[in-house]
C-alpha cells in the first residue's frame, strides 16, 4: 500500500541551504538597511606603493578579496573597512575573477584574479595582512563571521600585524 507523502513534513535542511538562509539573515542588519549608497574600497593597482603608505603610518595593508556580488563582502566592506579606510587605515580590494590590472609585491603586472589564484584564496571574503617585504604578517580573516565579532576579530589582526612589523 503506497502511503501518501505528507504536506506538513517538516524540510530537510542541508547545510548548504542552512548556511545560506543564515548568512542573509546576518546581513539583513539595521546597518546595512539604514545605510542608503554602497560603501566601496579603492581596488589594488600597486601593491608595492599601497604597502609603503601602509608602513608609512605603522600599520599592515589590508587587501581584501571580494567578489561581485558576494552580500558578506558588501556587509565588511559597509560596517567595518570603509569607515576605517576613511579614517586613513590603507585598505585595497582585490577581485576575484576580474581581470583588471595590478602590479604585484615583486613589481610584476599581473591581474586581480592571478593574485586572488596565487594567494589561494578561493573564499570570500578574505582579508589579508602584509607587511615589510609583501609577507603575509597576521592570520587571514575568510569568510563572514557574525556581525557582533567581525569588528574585534578584524582589530585583533591588525594588531597581531602590527606587532610583526
Known amino acids: 500500500m503506497n502511503h501518501p507523502v505528507s504536506l ?4 530537510v535542511w542541508h547545510r548548504r541551504d542552512w548556511l545560506l538562509r543564515v548568512g542573509v539573515s546576518l546581513c539583513a542588519t539595521p546597518a546595512l538597511a539604514q545605510s542608503g549608497g ?16 601602509a608602513l608609512k603610518n605603522k600599520q599592515p595593508l589590508i587587501v581584501m578579496v571580494s567578489l561581485e556580488g558576494c552580500v558578506f563582502c558588501r556587509q565588511a ?6 569607515p576605517m579606510q576613511k579614517t586613513g ?4 580590494q582585490v ?11 615583486a613589481g610584476k603586472l599581473t591581474t586581480h584574479d592571478q593574485l586572488t589564484r596565487q594567494w589561494k ?10 607587511g615589510p617585504g609583501g609577507n603575509e604578517v597576521a592570520e587571514r580573516m575568510e569568510g563572514a563571521y557574525l556581525p557582533d565579532f567581525y569588528g574585534p576579530y578584524l582589530e585583533e589582526r591588525i594588531v597581531q600585524g602590527r606587532k610583526a612589523l
Open 8 to 11: 506538513f513534513q517538516p524540510p
Open 89 to 92: 587605515t590603507v585598505i585595497v
Open 95 to 105: 577581485d576575484m575573477r576580474q581581470n583588471q590590472p595590478v602590479l604585484d609585491f
Open 77 to 82: 566592506r559597509q560596517s567595518h573597512l570603509s
Open 38 to 53: 554602497a560603501a566601496t574600497l579603492p581596488a589594488a593597482q600597486s601593491l608595492p606603493d599601497e604597502l609603503a603608505r
Open 121 to 130: 584564496v578561493s573564499i570570500t571574503p578574505t582579508l589579508l595582512f602584509f
